[in-house]
């Protein structure tokens, strides 16, 4: 027997077919599943104004978009993004496992409704200033950004979350797919599950345009690029911090491990082996500020523990390996898919220093300077060689041995300095590399000792000790 609140629900449809004027539309469902929820909305402030819904399929799929109607009159923003599959359910007075996916459409509907909305209509004011200030919280789904929606709470009065769903393949939306982006989806259950607001923050079109595309154009004019150095340093946290002031906040957490210098530097991590300052070399002082990092100071293993003390469900899960958007596809995949004729498989020559012939490659892109995995040669002396350069002009790879990589001096361009070039003392050329004792100078680091292979493309991370002061581009 459904519960009464369900029937009621079904019989007397909260808001169905009622579109707010300047309302904000989120769907959730579709073809493969036959259900189809949509959710508008309209905010004013820190409320929500007005809401209506649209539902195709069974009846719980009806009930749910009418609960989530009736859960929205004139709700708090903040109070709307607490609202999840089961408070849907619970205000369907429960529904069977079967029917529990309507929920959980309806929960999807109107977190892409909200996210969007907060985005261009909401302006929730600031915490009393007595009160601690608010915190946004920039939680990935993983461990690490848990953690530190865990720590912002315990510290500041006042915790909002964000999930930006950064990339789904071509032709898979909420209304192609039975399921939101499962990652927003885990990082929504997650705040939930803390009693943090979640908001969902679409950020695929300038991901694409910001990143995406600019790391494919890199792939074929020969370069490696550092995708996440821009997404974080143009992207991202603008984008996040943006959002930060529609929802009232003043900073913006995050479970990156760096830490920040008294004079509004970056600084590595204390954990070395898990130091991100290099992805966040491209920030801005202005943006640094409002920035927290409570990861910082602890290491991994104490991050574990904290989630695993905290009973979250992803203490144990592993650490994400490779770029986000080539999860699943790899990156000949990705390119094989997106890069277009740009970055099809041309073959090509492998040649020696002196233009010999070694062997044939399948599209310069597909190799990078130092690289001696994949090229499926060794020289005449049985030693193994890497990659010296690429040309994309002439589709040409050039090897040789490892020490023809030796090099000392680094040509940068786009060079940014918080610093006097004197103080510069190190360079990291690659994320995860040690940082290596250089001079700046004339636009380029003299490196006192040898390094073999610096990637075109790649970040120079350029540093004081352990503080970044600067950050540039590496030449050819
Ligand atoms: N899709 C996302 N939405 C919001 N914030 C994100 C997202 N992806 C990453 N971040 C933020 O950037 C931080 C560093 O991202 P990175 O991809 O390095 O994740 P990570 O080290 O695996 O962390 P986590 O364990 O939180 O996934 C995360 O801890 C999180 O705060």
């Known amino acids: 027997m459904p519960d009464e609140r369900f029937a009621d629900h079904l019989s007397f449809p909260r808001g169905r077919g009622h579109t707010p004027a300047g309302a904000v539309a989120g769907n959730a469902g579709g073809a493969l599943c036959g259900d189809l929820v949509t959710i508008r909305l309209r905010i004013e402030g820190d409320r929500i104004a007005d809401a209506g819904f649209d539902a195709e399929g069974c009846g719980a ?58 985005r261009t209509q909401a302006a929730v004011p600031a915490p009393r200033p007595d009160g ?40 898979h939306d909420g209304t192609q797919s039975c399921c939101s982006a499962d990652a927003v989806r885990g990082a929504r259950a997650l705040a939930h599950r803390m009693g943090l607001p979640h908001f969902t923050l679409d950020l695929r079109a300038e991901f694409r345009a910001g990143v995406v595309d600019p790391w494919l154009a890199d792939h074929a004019r020969g ?42 530097l970056l600084r590595q991590a204390l954990d070395e082996g898990k130091d991100q ?21 602890l290491r991994k293993p104490q991050v574990r523990e904290l989630a695993a003390q ?53 599209g310069h892109h597909h190799l990078t300077v130092g690289q001696r995995k994949g090229l499926g040669l060794t020289g005449g002396t049985g030693e193994p060689l ?15 041995p490892r020490a023809a990589l030796a090099t000392t001096h680094v040509p940068l361009r786009d060079v940014t300095l918080h610093r006097a070039p004197e103080r ?34 790649q970040v120079a991370c350029l540093l004081q000790g352990d503080v970044v002061v600067g950050c540039a581009t590496i030449a050819r």
């Open 424 to 457: 510069v003392d190190r360079v990291r050329l690659r994320y995860r590399s040690h940082a290596l004792p250089c001079t700046l100078r004339d636009g380029a680091v003299e490196l006192h000792e040898p390094v073999h292979g610096a990637a075109p493309g």
């Open 386 to 400: 890497h990659v010296l350069r690429t040309d994309p002009a002439t589709n040409t790879v050039v090897v040789g």
């Open 310 to 362: 905290a009973g979250l469900p992803v203490a144990r899960k592993p650490d994400s390996q490779d770029l986000c958007f080539l999860a699943g596809v790899g990156r000949a995949g990705f390119l094989a898919r997106h890069g277009g004729p740009a970055l099809g498989d041309v073959p090509g020559d492998v040649v020696d220093r002196d233009g010999t012939k070694l062997g044939e490659h399948r």
């Open 277 to 297: 300052a290099y992805m966040l070399a491209a920030l801005a002082p202005g943006t640094i500020a409002r920035l927290r990092f409570p990861l910082g100071e």
């Open 132 to 171: 601690g200030g608010r915190t946004l919280v920039a939680m990935s789904g993983g461990v690490d950004s848990a953690v530190a929606a865990l720590l912002s709470a315990q510290d500041a009065t006042d915790v909002a979350t964000v999930t930006l769903e950064l990339w789904a393949d071509d032709g």
């Open 223 to 264: 370069l490696t690029p550092n995708p996440c150095v821009r997404c974080n340093g143009h992207v991202r946290l603008d984008a996040m911090l943006d959002y930060a002031d529609r929802l009232g906040a003043a900073t913006l957490a995050t479970g990156h491990y760096a830490r920040i210098t008294p004079d509004g």
């Open 61 to 118: 799929t009806i009930a749910a978009g009418s609960a989530v109607v009736e859960l929205l009159d004139g709700a708090h923003v903040l109070d709307a993004a607490r609202i999840g599959t089961t408070q849907v359910a619970d205000a369907l007075g429960g529904l069977s496992v079967g029917k529990l996916h309507a929920a959980d459409l309806a929960a999807d509907a109107l977190h892409r409704a909200l996210g969007r909305a907060v």
